[in-house]
C-alpha cells in the first residue's frame, strides 16, 4: 500500500512514528523508548543528551531504509531494536568492539554521578573557603565540557584512521529508481 510522502516526512521526524506509519509496531515502539528513556536519563546526566539527536538521526534514515527495503520487496522482520528480549551479548556485535564500549559508557556515567554529587560540592566548599570561589566555576564547571569535546576528538580522530572497502553495497537493495551500473567509470560520465 502507497504512503503519503508528506505523511511519511512529517512522522519520520518523530522518534519511532515513521516506522510505525509503515506498520513497524515493535521497531517504532523501541525507538521511541530509546529516545525517551535516553532523554529522561540526560536530564540527570546532562553530557548523555548528545545522544538523543544521534537516536533522532537514526530514527529518521531507518524509516526511509525500511521503505528502500518494502519497494525491493524484501521487508525488514519487526523486531524491537535490542531483540525479543535484551540480551547484553547482542552489543558484542554492534561494533568489533561493542561491549567495551558499552561498558566504558557506563563507567563514564557512573564516574559522572560521582563527580556531580560528591566530588564538585567538596571542591565548590574548598574553593569558597580558599576565596577563590570564582576558580571553581570557571575550572570545574567547564570539565564536561572538555572531557564531552576530547571523547568526540578522540573518537572522530579513531573513525578517520579507518580504511578498507565497504564491501556490504552490493548486499543492499537499490533505491528506487536506482538503475546505476556498478562497474560506472569516467567514461560514462556526462559532460
Same mark, same amino acid.
Given at each position: %500500500?502507497?504512503?503519503?510522502?508528506?505523511?511519511?516526512?512529517?512522522?519520520?521526524?518523530?522518534?519511532?512514528?515513521?516506522? %510505525? #506509519?509503515?506498520?513497524?509496531?515493535?521497531?517504532?515502539?523501541?525507538?521511541? $523508548?530509546?529516545?525517551?528513556?535516553?532523554?529522561?536519563?540526560?536530564?540527570?546526566? =546532562?553530557?548523555?543528551?548528545?545522544?538523543?539527536?544521534?537516536?533522532?538521526m537514526y530514527s529518521f534514515f531507518? $524509516? #526511509? /531504509?525500511?521503505?528502500?527495503?518494502?519497494?525491493?520487496?524484501?521487508?525488514? =522482520? /519487526?523486531? #524491537?531494536?535490542?531483540?525479543? +528480549?535484551? /540480551?547484553?551479548? +547482542?552489543?558484542?556485535?554492534?561494533?568489533?568492539?561493542?561491549?567495551?564500549?558499552?561498558?566504558?559508557?557506563?563507567?563514564?556515567?557512573?564516574?559522572?554521578?560521582?563527580?556531580?554529587?560528591?566530588?564538585?560540592? %567538596?571542591?565548590?566548599?574548598?574553593?569558597?573557603?580558599?576565596?577563590?570561589?570564582?576558580?571553581?566555576?570557571?575550572l570545574v564547571g567547564q570539565?564536561? $565540557?572538555?572531557?564531552?569535546?576530547?571523547?568526540?576528538?578522540?573518537?572522530?580522530?579513531?573513525?578517520?584512521?579507518?580504511?578498507?572497502?565497504?564491501?556490504?553495497?552490493?548486499?543492499?537493495? =537499490? #533505491? =528506487?529508481?536506482?538503475?546505476?551500473?556498478?562497474?560506472?567509470?569516467?567514461?560514462?560520465?556526462?559532460?
Open positions: %500500500m502507497k504512503k503519503n510522502a508528506f505523511l511519511t516526512f512529517v512522522f519520520a521526524c518523530i522518534p519511532g512514528a515513521g516506522q %510505525m #506509519y509503515y506498520g513497524y509496531m515493535h521497531r517504532g515502539l523501541s525507538m521511541i $523508548t530509546a529516545f525517551c528513556v535516553l532523554t529522561a536519563v540526560g536530564s540527570i546526566i =546532562p553530557p548523555l543528551l548528545l545522544a538523543a539527536p544521534i537516536i533522532w531507518d $524509516t #526511509y /531504509d525500511i521503505i528502500r527495503y518494502l519497494v525491493s520487496g524484501d521487508p525488514k =522482520p /519487526d523486531d #524491537y531494536i535490542w531483540g525479543n +528480549r535484551i /540480551d547484553l551479548g +547482542r552489543f558484542k556485535g554492534l561494533t568489533p568492539r561493542g561491549h567495551k564500549i558499552v561498558g566504558w559508557a557506563l563507567v563514564a556515567c557512573g564516574a559522572w554521578v560521582l563527580f556531580d554529587s560528591w566530588v564538585a560540592p %567538596m571542591l565548590h566548599d574548598l574553593f569558597v573557603n580558599l576565596g577563590v570561589e570564582y576558580l571553581y566555576y570557571n570539565i564536561p $565540557t572538555i572531557v564531552v569535546a576530547g571523547l568526540l576528538i578522540y573518537f572522530g580522530i579513531k573513525l578517520l584512521g579507518r580504511g578498507g572497502a565497504n564491501n556490504s553495497a552490493s548486499a543492499m537493495p =537499490p #533505491y =528506487p529508481g536506482e538503475d546505476v551500473p556498478h562497474d560506472f567509470d569516467d567514461r560514462d560520465r556526462p559532460l
